[in-house]
């Protein structure tokens, strides 16, 4: 069974940082991506962040340039690290973590796999 387990949330001032991580167990499939997902009240959820298994990035425009999502491999951890945080981004942090296959020269979503959550709050 695959199973992700986020840690790194809390409650920090504006202008603070916070680095949350993804610890992923079970099957690592060759082809993968992982993202974080944030989630609001009465706002929609918005995809932060993902990267690719060779490293590839991308990040939504409100934290471009502010949040950093890395890799480590050997370690199935992903990273967000978040600086400069503002109230907007006050949220439940998911990690979500995706396989893929091939099929017909094209690719497919195998697995979709997420965490339990963290919290992160960010005061004025």
């Known amino acids: 069974q695959v199973m992700l387990v986020e840690s790194g949330g809390g409650l920090v001032e504006a202008g603070e940082s916070l680095r949350l991580s993804c610890t992923i167990s079970?099957?690592?499939?060759?082809?993968?991506?992982v993202g974080w997902v944030r989630q609001a009240p009465g706002k929609e959820r918005e995809v932060v962040a993902g990267?690719?298994?060779?490293?590839?990035?991308n990040y939504a425009d409100s934290v471009e340039g502010r949040f950093t999502i890395s890799r480590d491999n050997a370690k199935n951890t992903v990273y967000l690290t978040m600086n400069n945080l503002k109230p907007e981004d006050t949220a439940v942090y998911y990690c979500?973590?995706?396989?893929?296959?091939?099929?017909?020269?094209?690719?497919?979503?195998?697995?979709?796999?997420w965490g339990q959550g963290t919290q992160v709050t960010v005061s004025s």
């Open positions: 079970g099957s690592i499939a060759t082809l993968n991506a």
């Open positions: 979500n973590y995706k396989t893929y296959g091939v099929r017909d020269r094209s690719y497919y979503t195998s697995g979709d796999y």
């Open positions: 990267v690719t298994l060779v490293g590839t990035t």
